[in-house]
Nanobody, 123 residues
Framework: QVQLVESGGGLVQAGGSLRLSCAASGRTFRYYAMAWFRQAPGKEREFVAAVSWSGGSTNYADSVEGRFTISRDNAGNTVYLQMNGLKPEDTAVYYC????????????????WGQGTQVTVSS
C-alpha cells in the first residue's frame, strides 16, 4: 500500500515556475515507477511525465517536453515535478501516481493516486 500526498501548487503568472512535490508513505516506494498526470476543467486526465523506479529513465508528454522535469528521491520517498516556462494551458489539477508495473504512460497501469494539487497559470 502506498499513500501519496501532493503539494506545491498555486497561482503563477505565465512564464513563471513551480515545483510540485509528492510525498509517499511506505518502505516500498523505491520499487514503483512514478508519474504526474493532470486534469484541466472539462477535459480528461492526461499524462504529463513519468520516472522509473531508479530515476534513470523518464518520459514526457510532448506538450511539456523541455519545460518540465520529473525527478525522485528514493531516500526521502518523494517525487518532484519542476515546471518552468508555465503557460495558461498548463492550468489543471496535478496528480501524482505510482505504478508497480514500471514506467508507463498508461493511466490504467497506475495503482495508487494522490488527491491532487491545483496549478493555475494566469496570462
Amino acid at each position: 500500500q502506498v499513500q501519496l500526498v501532493e503539494s506545491g501548487g498555486g497561482l503563477v503568472q505565465a512564464g513563471g515556475s513551480l515545483r510540485l512535490s509528492c510525498a509517499a508513505s511506505g518502505r516500498t516506494f523505491r520499487y514503483y515507477a512514478m508519474a504526474w498526470f493532470r486534469q484541466a476543467p472539462g477535459k480528461e486526465r492526461e499524462f504529463v511525465a513519468a520516472v522509473s523506479w531508479s530515476g534513470g529513465s523518464t518520459n514526457y508528454a510532448d506538450s511539456v517536453e523541455g519545460r518540465f522535469t520529473i525527478s525522485r528521491d528514493n531516500a526521502g520517498n518523494t517525487v518532484y515535478l519542476q515546471m518552468n516556462g508555465l503557460k495558461p494551458e498548463d492550468t489543471a489539477v496535478y496528480y501524482c501516481a505510482a505504478s508497480r508495473t514500471g514506467l508507463t504512460l498508461r493511466e490504467l497501469r497506475y495503482d495508487y493516486w494522490g488527491q491532487g494539487t491545483q496549478v493555475t497559470v494566469s496570462s
